[in-house]
Nanobody, 129 residues
Framework: EVQLQASGGGLVQAGRSLRLSCAAS????????VGWFRQAPGKEREGVSC????????YFADSVKGRFTISSDNAKNTVYLQMNTLKPEDTAVYYC??????????????????????WGKGTQVTVSS
């Protein structure tokens, strides 16, 4: 059974950092792309970042570029989203999901059309000003 579990959220002050983890079971991350999404109250879901570790591709939304990094630990079957210099507008529930499509600049627009294959439960990130 494929399962994804996002964790690492919490309450932090603006300017601080958090690292989110997305742990997978039932499949191998190296063969798939992992995307991070977020949804703030009253707002549409937003694609944040993706990684296709088998081909070394990553992508970041403009809203987080330069502040967030993404990495994978294939031995642990876990993908990490390192979030630095957090802003109140980063407050949202963060979700990880997976698909066989490669990460690219158009990844999230493609996924809006075709959908991700598997989703994990979200983790809340709250950034206070």
């Amino acid at each position: 059974e494929v399962q994804l579990q996002a964790s690492g959220g919490g309450l932090v002050q603006a300017g601080r950092s958090l690292r989110l983890s997305c742990a997978a079971s039932g499949f191998t991350f190296d063969d798939y792309t992992v995307g991070w999404f977020r949804q703030a109250p009253g707002k549409e879901r937003e694609g944040v970042s993706c990684i296709s570790s088998s081909v070394g591709r990553t992508y970041f939304a403009d809203s987080v570029k330069g502040r967030f990094t993404i990495s994978s630990d294939n031995a642990k079957n876990t993908v990490y989203l390192q979030m630095n210099t957090l802003k109140p507008e980063d407050t949202a529930v963060y979700y990880c999901a997976t698909t066989g499509y490669y990460c690219s600049d158009s990844f999230f627009s493609v996924m809006d059309k075709y959908g991700m294959d598997y989703w994990g439960k979200g983790t809340q990130v709250t950034v206070s000003s």
